[in-house]
């Protein structure tokens, strides 16, 4: 079989500004997902699909691509999901069910799927490497976003992506000295992107605004002392706590905590970043909070 692997994603910055156009930096991290694949010339036209989540069995469903019909699943919605997506594919691909071939497709998600870490990004960009179409042209027909997850994918690095006037990203060297003092904390408690993106949309924004926060990622990817770090991190919070008009999640949760706290993503859920302190570890599982990752735990750069 054919193998294909795409990253998993942090964003470090601009949160839902990225969908207006502000500039995000994001990173890869090392745990992604796999694609296997294998196509046999037996005038069937099916798909089998297999999807494992950390190598355990998920999702199995049998789709006849010549009639777009789900012959057999586990889990009807998500085998819906996998149909619409692949009839993308279809519509946008020159190479990919235009026959009577079967098609083998495996996955295989190598991190929890409740971290947010771009289980439905590292799908996409999987299979559009897979049938040779553009990543953010079938993310954008398929579920939507600002596509900053695609472009980590796609470039397996840490990058500098924006989205206005047209998507636009560049690879960067991320590698703060002071990284071995950061730390990421799992929240457990997933949230709907869509949910934080929708309230943010229905609420009336400046180019300014934008702005500032493409300027705040800029001087957060040169910085190069953590205190210096540590005061953009605190403002890029505060702009948005105040925007939004929700509390940060360093004052919901971790008020007494002696460094900054970042949402990472949509608030109030999935990833924080925050810094090292003496007896940090049993600070925040003290608070409940167990699954603590290093730099070089989490992040591929």
């Known amino acids: 079989m054919g193998e294909i692997y795409s990253p998993g994603k942090l964003m470090l910055t601009s949160e839902y500004f ?3 156009g502000a500039l995000v930096l994001a990173v ?71 026959n009577t071939d079967s098609y083998y497709l495996k996955t295989n998600l190598q991190f929890p799927a409740d971290y947010g870490l771009g289980s439905s990004s590292t799908l996409m960009n999987n299979l559009a490497e897979w049938a040779q179409i553009n ?7 398929s579920l939507g976003g600002s596509g900053y997850d695609i472009a980590v994918a796609h470039a397996k690095s840490a990058v500098l992506f924006q989205n206005k006037p ?21 929240l457990n408690q997933k949230q709907d992107s869509r949910e934080g993106i929708n309230l ?28 210096k770090f540590s005061d953009l991190i605190m403002l890029h919070e505060q702009r948005i706590s105040d925007f939004i008009e929700i509390p940060t999640v360093k004052s919901i949760y971790f008020a007494d905590c002696a ?41 591929n750069c």
């Not at 694609?35 to 069937?44: A, H, N």
């Not at 990543?135 to 027909?141: A, G, M, Q, R, W």
């Not at 949309?201 to 300027?215: G, R």
Request: glycine letters at 4%; aromatic letters at 16%.
């Open 18 to 20: 990225a969908v207006d």
């Open 28 to 98: 890869p991290t090392k745990l992604g997902q796999e694609f296997f694949f294998e196509e046999k010339p037996d005038g069937k036209s099916v798909v089998f699909w297999e999807a494992y989540h950390q190598n355990k069995l998920w999702l199995k469903a049998v789709i006849d691509y010549k009639n777009w019909q789900i012959l057999e699943t586990n889990i009807t919605s998500s085998a819906e999901f996998i149909l619409k997506t692949l009839k993308n594919v279809q519509n946008l691909s020159e190479i990919k069910f235009k």
């Open 135 to 141: 990543p953010f042209h079938l993310n954008s027909i």
């Open 166 to 186: 047209e998507i636009h990203f560049e690879k960067v060297n991320f590698n703060p000295k002071f990284k071995n003092e950061l730390i990421f904390i799992h």
């Open 200 to 227: 943010y949309k229905s609420k009336i924004k400046s180019q300014k605004l934008v702005d500032e926060f493409s300027n705040l990622t800029r001087n957060i990817l040169l910085c190069d002392e953590l205190d």
């Open 259 to 299: 460094k900054f706290v970042k949402s990472l993503g949509a608030w109030g859920g999935d990833f924080v970043m925050s810094a090292k302190f003496e007896g940090f570890e049993d600070y925040f599982w003290g608070k409940g909070f167990t699954t603590i990752y290093e730099w070089d735990d989490l992040i």
